[in-house]
Each structure stands twice: as structure tokens, then as C-alpha cells.
T-cell receptor
Framework: AQSVTQLDSQVPVFEEAPVELRCNYSSSVSVYLFWYVQYPNQGLQLLLK??????LVKGINGFEAEFNKSQTSFHLRKPSVHISDTAEYFCAVSRKNDYKLSFGAGTTVTVRA | GAVVSQHPSWVICKSGTSVKIECRSL??????MFWYRQFPKQSLMLMAT?????????EQGVEKDKFLINHASLTLSTLTVTSAHPEDSSFYIC????????????????FGPGTRLTVL
């Protein structure tokens, strides 16, 4: 079985400052890695995903993440946040054979002016 | 592309009644759909995997007689919460994975907007 740990439950950040959301995972098999964003009372929107290849993945809205196999991490970053980035962020992994997603507990990002 | 809808977006029902939630892939065919449950300020928990034309696979601890799942077509899966009780109140989210039997498939799930269920 795989598991996901998001190391920060809440991250307050000022507008235009950088932000990093940390995610570590454990799995006995190869996995795909994802970051999703959820706005209040809405479903999930995919920010980016790592399937294979380059370990630096660029996503929507200026987000990027880096896959580090040795540290089993997939941290999400954005160099300059906006108020509109205030949301809940979920890291998730899925096994390559059944595509079931396991989610981390989520990180609440609050951007302040 | 890859839009998933859910209906209704919110529902309030009395204890003991049954509620049906629909999940539709609007512009693609989905051989596999997933149902999740999310409690306030918590993560998503996978309830079951729904495959078109076959019985759903439930995760450990999820009552299959309580949460009936039907995946009758490549674009529609339904979740029926039977004899609902207040503890069933939650945010239910579905997702769909693009794929055709014997053909190309997607490793990504596309999520619906969720259904807020409140049982009085």
C-alpha cells in the first residue's frame, strides 16, 4: 500500500511571496504523483502530475513540483503567490497498475495582502 | 475537455430515506469511475471503484449495501446512499478515468464538482 504525508497542515503566506508545500510518499511499487487544488465547496482541479521523465514538472497557474526519488518527495512550489491561490492543496499518489489515488491530509494555503 | 459533472450539487434529506447521486463524464468515455467521501477539513477517502458493466469494488470498511454503486454506461455512474442517517452527511466526490477496453487509457482522474449531502 502507498501513503502520502503532507508535512504542513497550514501555510500562511503574503501576496507575491514564494511558497513551498511539502509532500512525502511511501510505496512498494512505482507510482504516479499528483498535486490537486480544491477551492471551497468545489471538486479537485489538477495542478500538475509526474508520470516519468524530467523530475521537474510545471503545472498550471505558475506552480511547479520536483520529484525526488531518493527522498521520496514531491514538493510543490510557486515563486510568487496571489490572493486567488488561497485554497486547499492535496498531494496524491496512484499505483501504476490500478490508478487508485491515495491522498495526503491536505495543506491549507492562506494568502494575505 | 475531460469534464465530469455531478448531480445534484447539494441535497438535504430526512433520515431513513435514500439519495441517489449521479456522476457523468460529459465529453469522454470512462471505463472506471471512483467515488470519494470528504468530511469537513479532511482529505478525500476512496469509497469504491466503479467499472462499467461490472460490480463495484469497495474499499475496506465501506458498506456495499449502504452505498450502492451502479456504472450502467461508459458515461454514467450512480451512488445511492440507502437509509441515510445524519452520520452519512458528507461531501461526495466522483472522478472518472478515460479509457476504452482494449484501447488507449488515461493515468489521470478527472474530478466532478462534488455533492454536499445533509441528512436531517
Amino acid at each position: 500500500a502507498q501513503s502520502v504525508t503532507q508535512l504542513d497542515s497550514q501555510v500562511p503566506v503574503f501576496e507575491e511571496a514564494p511558497v513551498e508545500l511539502r509532500c512525502n510518499y511511501s510505496s512498494s511499487v512505482s507510482v504516479y504523483l499528483f498535486w490537486y487544488v480544491q477551492y471551497p465547496n468545489q471538486g479537485l482541479q489538477l495542478l500538475l502530475k509526474y508520470l516519468s521523465g524530467s523530475t521537474l514538472v510545471k503545472g498550471i497557474n505558475g506552480f511547479e513540483a520536483e520529484f525526488n526519488k531518493s527522498q521520496t518527495s514531491f514538493h510543490l512550489r510557486k515563486p510568487s503567490v496571489h490572493i486567488s491561490d488561497t485554497a486547499e492543496y492535496f498531494c496524491a499518489v496512484s499505483r501504476k497498475n490500478d490508478y487508485k489515488l491515495s491522498f495526503g491530509a491536505g495543506t491549507t494555503v492562506t494568502v494575505r495582502a | 475537455g475531460a469534464v465530469v459533472s455531478q448531480h445534484p450539487s447539494w441535497v438535504i434529506c430526512k433520515s431513513g430515506t435514500s439519495v441517489k447521486i449521479e456522476c457523468r463524464s460529459l465529453d469522454f468515455q470512462a471505463t472506471t469511475m471512483f467515488w470519494y467521501r470528504q468530511f469537513p477539513k479532511q482529505s478525500l477517502m476512496l469509497m469504491a471503484t466503479s467499472n462499467e458493466g461490472s460490480k463495484a469494488t469497495y474499499e475496506q470498511g465501506v458498506e456495499k449495501d449502504k452505498f450502492l454503486i451502479n456504472h450502467a454506461s461508459l458515461t454514467l455512474s450512480t451512488l445511492t446512499v440507502t437509509s441515510a442517517h445524519p452520520e452519512d452527511s458528507s461531501f461526495y466526490i466522483c472522478s472518472a478515468r478515460f479509457g476504452l477496453a482494449g484501447g488507449p487509457s488515461s493515468n489521470e482522474q478527472f474530478f466532478g464538482p462534488g455533492t454536499r449531502l445533509t441528512v436531517l
